[in-house]
């Protein structure tokens, strides 16, 4: 665990809302040098806090307007592995996020689809056909506001 101040997590904060940011940007904004902004970066990606920069793109503006959450429950017959059904779903373009979770399902899936027919094909062809799927719960997105996070 690394030590955090403010100003790191101010800069934290810049960056979650615009990571394409230089640190002579950011410094500008928080009435810092750019060397020490520079350093606190440096500090921050070194030691794991800031693991990536990422690329958000517009679902919408590509054509995807349906998002879909998945619950799915494995079935106990036969007792598909856990890493055959990750490794199966992992290649499906469409889902966007697999997360194993504890709770009634066993697996939470982000799906993304043109339109609701475009995410039927994939929930019939694609997800229902994948080894081991029993029970599966659909909750279809109606908005999302994200948060920066606990900072």
Not at 11 to 31: C, H, M, N, T, V
Not at 82 to 94: T, Y
Not at 111 to 136: C, H, K, N, Q, Y
Request: no cysteine.
């Amino acid at each position: 665990m690394i030590d955090i101040d403010d100003i790191d997590r101010q800069i934290l904060r810049l960056l979650s809302q615009d990571a394409s940011q230089s640190s002579a940007a950011l410094a500008d904004g928080l009435g810092l040098s750019q060397p020490a902004v520079w350093r606190r970066l440096k500090r921050l990606t070194d030691s794991g806090v800031i693991q990536s920069k990422r690329l958000r793109l517009n679902k919408e503006k590509l054509g995807f307007g349906v998002t879909v959450f998945l619950g799915i429950k494995l079935a106990t017959k036969g007792r598909v592995s856990l890493e055959d059904f990750e490794r199966a779903v992992k290649a499906i373009p469409e889902v966007q996020a697999v997360e194993h979770v504890l709770g009634l399902y066993d697996y939470r899936l982000r799906v993304v689809a043109r339109d609701i027919s475009d995410f039927e094909r994939v929930l019939r062809r694609r997800i229902m056909t994948l080894p081991g799927v029993g029970d599966v719960e659909a909750n279809v997105l109606l908005s999302e506001e994200r948060r920066p996070g606990p900072l």
